[in-house]
């Protein structure tokens, strides 16, 4: 029987295993999580008490749904949690599993991958008390702390509202919800957004939520600045009108919408294509998620969808791969997955211009502001470099001359960023500043990655 | 379509074209450096940086040390210092066999000056607790020395152009032709450069310039895999290498570490490929730790490797055109081009203005593959079992 693995035990990989499983394989289910649930699913760590049916409120049920579905299946496959895939070599993926380095032969590749924050630096960004969006859900829901007492939240993104609900539901002080895409441009993306009005309706009832509690929420604002004397305790910015305002906190969370880990798809033979939409590069999947022979896509690592989507996507993908095993059409449900995943990422598609990502403002940051935080390279570093006689170009060159995506986390974070400066500067289409190139390993691993015996 | 006309015109714009063109137009002849893609992007941006004199193939010696001088006076010639820094270089012996093994290198580069120390255990222990206890004896070249090469090429370069050579990048050569004693050089851009002489510094794309001449040589394209952790603490001053090539590593002061691992991969100078097979990462990352105990908790970040020329005999191609005069080749530097660049391409130029050099070239010659050359020890030793090319 063909060795099929999927990576990535988010609802796209546990939606796809199911299905699997459903029709008589045995899949194997890798996820570098010590749970199930991926990322919007995520659970608290074991021992840890935390009320998740307050956090996840209107998602509860979704929630208890999927790790009650995960807890069914789990007996049945081959499920490895704790298994970070660091590199992809032909039919062979690379492992790191408990300080151990493996490898593990396959047929088929379902990536469900996810997605992580996009990020837009600021004066003071770097400041202890600043984290993504993720960072400050995965502090609550997998350690049950908040990342202040008084958050602020800052950047364009549904889950700007979403995190501060959850934030606010347990306990913790919002100092300000604000966004940098005007309220006009919301109600321009309106219709692409009634692609599907339950998703949009929850939306506005976390903003409705926040307004009632009295928290600010703001549209169309500039970011000045983070403040603070070797901690965060002010976001200041200026809203609409042109005010600047201050916003005590002692924490901040940063979000410009999701990016996909494009990482393993890419060493894995995905192409990847430049999307004027998102600004992001994405991997060219056919609609079922067919990337290359026997690689597949799913979930937020495809195309940004949501957990919807994403569940959606990974069934589809199973399907994919059982049609094309057993060289038979696709089953026919997959029309109806079909439809509904194309409906779900248009919606997306329609958040992208509802939560823009705020290409002038990134082309306008001040020089001094740190875009690499990893290797602690400035914007101004990048103009500097870019401006010299024979200076560099394209974003891998920028690289190479600055530092800047170099470190720890290989430009995952500065990257979308880096990739606006870049064409800012030449006056080029985004696509043309490049694309920093995916490498083994996708994440750091440690010199002392003991050798396993042969697989 | 665009004529350019030069003294000089340079294929290829790594170190050595780049070196090249500096020390030509220094003495105002008019350089056209043709890259095809940009400046000191291929192996020279993506090497190790080891500037190292230890080791060594005794006939380069006196090349090597030449070279050594200028990067000594980098600051002085190009305005910049591409973090040049002479840290030393330490040769480790695990047993007996590779003890010889450095105190035969050390008795060959004393020979030609340099200084060594001959290192025991104690002494290892004294200046460098943190190395594994198992190494048996070491010798340590405090002239040896490290730059970033990322840096290096488009800043020499920049400096040539600030002199007056003229570079054009994205732009491949794709036909020489000679009528007389003039070159014209045509390009996939529909450039064209007509020049009385030209230099072949195509790096490992070299062969099929020298064929449009009647000329080649049995070149490969390699690249030893590269790898660089996450910042640790600074500790590590000389670059070190293990003489059986297994780990060959340094620090920057950044606190970053560097790493570099024998066997080398098959390159693919036509899809601008140097793959790093993950194997190799681990089995590098083993042998720094076995090393440099110390480093164990060290997560590595990030690999890469580049695309070399290597040559059966592991020594370059430097001097004149066994059969078009006007023509130097300067190629497949087998892996140590970056610490000789500066000096062959100051040589280059001697034997363009000067009608030679007084530093001995000879062993370089194009002309050595007439007869089937020897195949060097290192072949075995050094690379993914692969058969040299004849
Ligand atoms: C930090 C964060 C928080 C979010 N919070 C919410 C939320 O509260 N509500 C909401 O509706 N949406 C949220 N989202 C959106 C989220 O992307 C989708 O809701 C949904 O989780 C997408 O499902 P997925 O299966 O595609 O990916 P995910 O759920 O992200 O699952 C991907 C899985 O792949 C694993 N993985 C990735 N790379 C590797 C590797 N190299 N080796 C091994 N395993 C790997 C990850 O550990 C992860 O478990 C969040 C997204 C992020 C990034
Ligand atoms: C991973 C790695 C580590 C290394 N470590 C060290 C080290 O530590 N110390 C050391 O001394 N050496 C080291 N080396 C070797 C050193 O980098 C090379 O010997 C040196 O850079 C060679 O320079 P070059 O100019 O000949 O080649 P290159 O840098 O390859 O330059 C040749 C240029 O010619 C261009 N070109 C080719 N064909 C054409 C054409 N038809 N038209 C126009 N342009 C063309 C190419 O695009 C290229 O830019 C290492 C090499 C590698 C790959």
């Not at chain 1, 309706?201 to 603070?228: I, N, Q």
């Not at chain 2, 010639?77 to 012996?93: K, S």
């Not at chain 2, 055109?321 to 500066?342: E, R």
């Not at chain 2, 007084?358 to 050094?382: M, N, Y």
Request: include cysteine; hydrophobic fraction near 45%.
């Amino acid at each position: 029987m063909a060795e099929i693995v999927i990576v990535g035990a988010g609802p796209a990989g546990i939606s796809a295993a199911e299905l699997l499983q459903a029709h008589g394989y045995h899949p194997i289910l890798l996820d570098e999580g010590r749970q199930a649930g991926g990322q919007g699913y995520r659970c608290p760590s074991p021992g840890l008490e935390l009320d998740m049916a307050a956090l996840m409120g209107s998602e509860a049920g979704k929630y208890a749904g999927l790790h009650a579905r995960f807890a069914a299946l789990r007996p049945h496959i081959d499920y490895r949690p704790g298994s970070l895939v660091w590199g992809i070599e032909d039919k062979l993926l690379h492992i790191v599993q408990a300080g151990v380095a493996r490898t593990l032969r396959f047929d088929v590749l379902i990536l469900a991958t996810g997605a992580m924050d996009r990020i837009v630096p600021l004066p003071g960004w770097t400041l202890p008390g600043v984290y993504t969006l993720g960072g400050a859900q995965v502090a609550l829901k997998d350690q049950g702390c908040f990342i202040g007492r008084r958050v602020a939240f800052l950047g364009s993104s549904p889950l700007l509202a979403l995190a501060a609900s959850q934030y606010r539901r347990l306990g913790a002080e919002i100092a300000v919800i604000a966004d940098t895409t005007p309220f006009a441009r919301k109600l321009a993306a309106l219709p692409g957004l009634l692609n599907s009005p339950r998703s949009l309706l929850r939306g506005l009832a976390y903003l409705g939520d926040a307004m009632r509690a009295g928290v600010p929420v703001l549209h169309g604002v500039r970011p000045v600045a983070v403040e603070g004397d070797g901690h965060v305790e002010a976001l200041v910015l200026r809203d609409a009108q042109g005010r600047e305002r201050r916003f005590a906190c002692d924490a901040v969370a940063l979000g410009y919408g999701l990016k996909p880990e494009t990482q393993l798809a890419e060493l894995a033979g995905a192409q990847l294509l430049y999307d004027e939409r998102f600004r992001l590069w994405l991997p060219k999947t056919d609609i079922d998620g067919r990337a290359a022979p026997g690689l597949y896509l799913a979930g937020d690592g495809a195309t940004i969808g949501g957990a919807d989507a994403a569940e959606a996507s990974g069934a589809l993908a199973a399907h994919a791969v059982l049609a094309d095993l057993r060289q038979s059409r696709p089953a026919a449900e997959a029309g109806g997955l079909r439809r509904r995943v194309t409906r779900l990422r248009a919606f997306q598609a329609g958040l992208a211009r509802a939560f823009a990502w705020p290409v002038a403002q990134i082309r306008a940051l001040p020089d001094d502001v740190p875009l690499c935080r990893c290797e602690n390279v400035s914007v101004g570093e990048i103009r500097l470099a870019m401006a010299q006689e024979l200076g560099p170009v394209e974003v891998n060159r920028v690289k190479a001359m600055t530092r800047c995506g170099m470190g720890r986390c290989q430009g995952r974070v500065c990257g979308p960023a880096l990739q606006e400066i870049v064409a800012g500067e030449r006056a080029i289409a985004g696509a043309d500043a490049g694309r920093l190139r995916a490498q083994a390993p996708v994440k750091p691993i440690a010199l002392a990655t003991a050798a396993a015996d042969a697989p | 379509m665009t004529r350019l006309s030069a003294d000089v015109a340079i294929i290829g714009g790594g170190l050595i074209g780049a070196w090249s063109a500096y020390f030509l137009a220094k003495r105002n002849q008019r350089v056209v450096l043709i890259e095809k893609g940009v400046v000191g992007a291929q192996s020279s941006g993506t090497n190790f940086g080891n500037l190292r004199l230890q080791g060594r193939f005794p006939g380069q010696y006196p090349l090597s040390l030449r070279s050594q001088a200028l990067w000594e006076e980098i600051e002085e010639l190009i305005g910049e210092r591409c973090e040049f820094e002479q840290t030393g270089h330490l040769y480790l012996a695990f047993d007996g066999t590779e003890h010889e093994k450095i105190e035969a290198y050390a008795a060959v580069s004393e020979s030609h000056g340099l200084a060594i120390e001959h290192l025991g255990p104690t002494e290892l222990r004294r200046r460098w607790p943190w190395l594994s206890h198992r190494v048996v004896g070491a010798t340590f070249s405090a002239r040896d020395a490290t730059a970033n090469p990322r840096l290096v090429t488009p800043a020499v370069a920049r400096a040539a152009k600030s002199l007056g050579a003229t570079m054009v990048e994205n732009c491949r050569v794709t036909e020489i032709r000679q009528a007389g004693s003039a070159f014209t050089l045509r390009t996939d851009t529909g450039i064209e450069v007509g020049a009385g002489y030209v230099i072949n510094a195509a790096g490992a794309w070299a062969v099929a310039i020298a064929e449009q001449f009647g000329e080649s040589a049995p070149l490969f394209p390699a690249g030893p895999p590269q790898f660089v952790t996450e910042p640790f603490p600074y500790l590590i001053e000389p670059s070190i290498q293990a003489v059986d090539g297994s780990v060959i590593f340094r620090q920057i002061p950044r606190g970053n570490v560097i790493l570099a691992g024998y066997p080398r991969t098959a390159a693919d100078p036509a899809a601008n490929r140097a793959p790093v097979p993950p194997g190799k990462t681990l089995s590098a990352m083993r042998a720094l730790a076995r090393v440099a105990p110390t480093l164990a908790s060290c997560h590595v970040i990030r690999v890469w490797s580049g695309i070399e020329g290597y040559l059966p005999d592991m020594i370059p191609v430097i001097g004149p055109s066994g059969t078009t005069p006007g023509l130097f080749h300067a190629f497949g530097f087998c892996g140590h081009g970056f610490q000789i660049g500066p000096g062959v391409g100051l040589c280059l130029s001697e034997m363009i203005l000067d009608g030679g050099t007084a530093t001995p070239l000879d062993p370089f010659s194009i002309g050595r593959f007439a007869q089937p050359v020897e195949v060097s020890a290192k072949f075995s030793a050094e690379f993914d079992t692969m058969e040299p090319p004849r």
